[in-house]
């Protein structure tokens, strides 16, 4: 698009206050005033992590459900013909129904794209069973699939989530990270805020007592913004570990601080790869970390939501496998933020630790803690029995992830290439940084503009048709008071084409730069 002249106009009062409302709030103001302004089709959305809204999730793992859906409405037609688990011969006739069905009801090309598929589908199911020395065949994928009409969402699941759910995912993870994951080493969630919340409340006041008000916790700055509301509302002090915005760097005085205080720190937050900043740690800002944790007897939580985005990156679970607790999530890297459909994973050497250092009886009890944590109300288990990712969610979430990966090769390259025409067109120093850029608006702002307030800034940007999310609140309260941290914006990299992400930097330039 051509450039066009933008003179800024200031507004009588913007709408909301960057120091004391929810950036989340804030952001949906903007898009409010962005659609009112150019119009839907005209703004540029940098300010949601969701991909969704600019991508579509696994072409080939939505055919796949709706093909599966189809089996299922047939094979489970009635209670009559209810589908059973049948013996390892029965696979040939379960295949020969699938077969007329698909000739029934599709072309005979598209038929037999939906059957190749289901046959990619069994085998990678089957290989990532085996490689858990499980001898599952065809019967056993179609149990997993059609018994008790789970793609349908016909009965309650098992509370940990379905083995077949686990099976798969555990296998992406052992591929992925090279560390030895099993299905019975995950939880399913849903989704990461679901793990979040569930972690706090099990180890809160309401769970077993670990985290009581008052008792220090270590955290990132800056960082995913809930995580910086919840400590504030739980009344747990913060022992800072900065973040440079600009390289993504930890602080080395911050480190050192952690490892000398004199205050008991109970739990370390690590969110790697990070939010908002965009960059992974360093494996030996890891391997440090993992030791000062053992020598202080610390929990780990790290969320690890973004870590696809970095391949083959290392894990917490690497370095100090025997003290934490990971929050794991595909939505991302798989475009599906809807799907709701994660996992926290703890290690059986975790499990034993984590165990003794919270005051539970023993291992088993950890999972039990945490599948009382994630249910509605309180802590005392009441709704055990359920899971909480449905049906639908848990097999459409495997299929993205059996059937994706040339699609999730393609979104990788899309997003790298946003963040380097993203990060050329402003002149900002990132290198190495995926999903979120985190920068200051004074760096680009003429003198004129810098003297205008924040929310003003916003306000012309998102007027612009341009939206970002203020970061203010994403940094710890002491780091607030830094330079800087009023005026920084994170953006976003996933919803949006090369073309549409240059678009934004020229117009967010016009807005800022050419106004002095």
Not at 381 to 399: D, E, K, R, V
Request: proline letters at 5%; aromatic letters at 8%; glycine letters at 8%.
């Amino acid at each position: 698009m051509a450039a066009t002249s933008y003179k800024l106009q200031a507004t009588s009062s913007p709408p909301f206050s960057v120091a004391h409302d929810d950036p989340f709030v804030i952001f949906r103001k903007l898009q409010e005033l962005a659609r009112q302004e150019r119009g839907e089709e005209d703004v540029i959305d940098l300010s949601r992590g969701d991909p969704g809204y600019g991508f579509t999730p696994s072409v080939r793992g939505r055919e796949f459900a709706s093909f599966v859906l189809l089996l299922d409405s047939i094979l489970n037609e009635s209670a009559e013909k209810r589908f059973e688990q049948t013996s390892k011969e029965g696979a040939s006739a379960i295949w020969k129904q699938i077969e007329a069905i698909a000739a029934a009801n599709y072309t005979g090309a598209t038929g037999q794209h939906l059957i190749t598929l289901l046959q990619k589908f069994i085998q990678g199911a089957v290989q990532m069973a085996k490689e858990e020395r499980m001898e599952w065949n065809d019967t056993d994928i179609f149990s997993g699939l059609f018994r008790h009409s789970a793609m349908a969402g016909g009965a309650y699941l098992h509370p940990q989530g379905e083995l077949l759910t686990r099976m798969v995912v555990a296998g992406w993870h052992r591929h992925d990270l090279g560390v030895k994951i099993m299905h019975s080493d995950l939880l399913l969630v849903n989704g990461a805020s679901h793990a979040i919340g569930a972690l706090f409340k099990g180890l809160g006041e309401e769970g077993c007592g670990f985290l009581q008000k008052g008792d220090a916790v270590c955290i990132t700055s800056p960082v995913y913004a809930p995580y910086n509301r919840i400590l504030e509302e739980r009344g747990l002090p913060v022992l800072m570990l900065s973040i440079d915005p600009l390289t993504g760097k930890l602080k080395r005085e911050d480190i050192e601080m952690l490892r000398k205080t004199e205050t008991q720190v109970k739990v370390l937050f690590l969110i790697d790869p990070h939010n908002p900043t965009g960059f992974s740690l360093l494996e030996e800002e890891l391997e440090e970390l993992a030791a000062i944790a053992g020598e202080r007897n610390m929990l780990i939580i790290t969320d690890e939501v973004y870590r696809s985005f970095f391949p083959k990156k290392k894990t917490m679970l690497v370095f100090a496998p025997e003290r934490t607790i990971c929050i794991n999530t595909r939505s991302k890297i798989e475009r599906s933020t809807g799907l709701r459909f994660g996992e926290i994973i703890v290690l059986p050497e975790g499990r034993k630790l984590l165990s003794s250092l919270l005051g539970l009886e023993n291992p088993d009890a950890f999972f039990k803690l945490f599948l009382a944590a994630k249910a509605p109300g309180r802590a005392g288990g009441q709704f055990q029995h359920t899971n909480f990712i449905p049906g639908p969610s848990q097999l459409l979430g495997i299929a993205h992830i059996l059937l994706g990966e040339e699609e999730r090769t393609r979104f990788l390259a899309s997003m790298t290439q946003n963040r380097d025409v993203f990060t050329k067109t402003l002149g900002l120093p990132h290198q190495g940084n995926a999903y979120y850029i985190i920068f200051d608006l004074d760096t680009l702002a003429g003198e004129k503009t810098r003297m205008l307030p924040i929310e003003e800034r916003l306000v012309q940007l998102a007027k612009k048709g341009v939206i970002y999310i203020p970061a203010y609140r994403f940094f710890a309260p002491a780091d607030r008071l830094k330079p800087g941290a009023l005026t920084s914006v994170r953006a976003s990299m996933a919803n949006s084409t090369v073309e549409r992400i240059e678009e934004a930097a020229r117009r967010t330039k016009q807005v800022l730069c050419e106004n002095h």
